[in-house]
């Protein structure tokens, strides 16, 4: 005798709703995600800047040596202009200036016109000899470019005058 077979039931499972419960899930997250941008996976450090407060020394009245760049309005060329304070250094300095033949140097030049760095090195140098003492001040025009206190900065570090004041202007209606 052969067996009765039971006849199958279809099953139907409908999809529609399980497709939209994920697709509501999928962009609920997608929404409420935070994404790191590249710079913060890269940047792992800080950095911390130096608390500073507004410095209001004045220049020495002796013991200074001012390198003055500035733009000469009859040839229109930048030059470095180094003078001394005191009538001693001056002397000393236009003493030493003529023995290392800087053109246009005399015994009583308290100027010097620079417009070559070798030149403002060894000028740099001779005042330290003259006054080991001295503090060093930069003034220069708003108008010259960077490169010129680079330079001036570069020659003075060469010759060990590290320390020095850069003279500006103070702002008003502040």
């Known amino acids: 005798m052969s067996k009765i077979k039971k006849k199958r039931v279809g099953f139907v499972l409908d999809m529609t709703p399980l497709v939209d419960i994920t697709f509501l899930l999928l962009t609920f997250f997608m929404f409420t995600a935070k994404f790191r941008s590249e710079a913060e996976n890269q940047q792992k450090f800080t950095i911390k ?10 220049l ?3 013991d200074l040596v001012m390198i003055k760049v500035g733009i000469d309005s009859v040839e ?7 003078s001394m ?3 001693q250094d001056i002397a000393k300095l236009a003493e030493a200036m003529v023995d290392l033949q800087f053109p246009g140097a005399t015994e009583k030049t308290a100027l010097f016109k620079i417009t070559d760095s070798t030149w403002l090195g060894k000028a740099v140098e001779q005042a330290r000899i003259v006054n080991p003492r001295a503090q060093f001040a930069v ?3 708003r108008r010259i470019k960077y490169r010129w206190i680079e330079t001036a900065m570069n020659e003075m570090r060469k010759k060990r005058a590290t320390t020095f004041n850069f003279v500006t202007d103070k702002k008003t209606g502040m």
């Open 49 to 58: 800047r130096p608390q500073t407060t507004q410095d209001t020394a004045k």
């Open 85 to 87: 304070a005191g009538e």
């Open 76 to 82: 229109n060329d930048t030059a470095f202009y180094l």
């Open 139 to 141: 003034d220069a025009d």
């Open 60 to 62: 020495p009245e002796k």
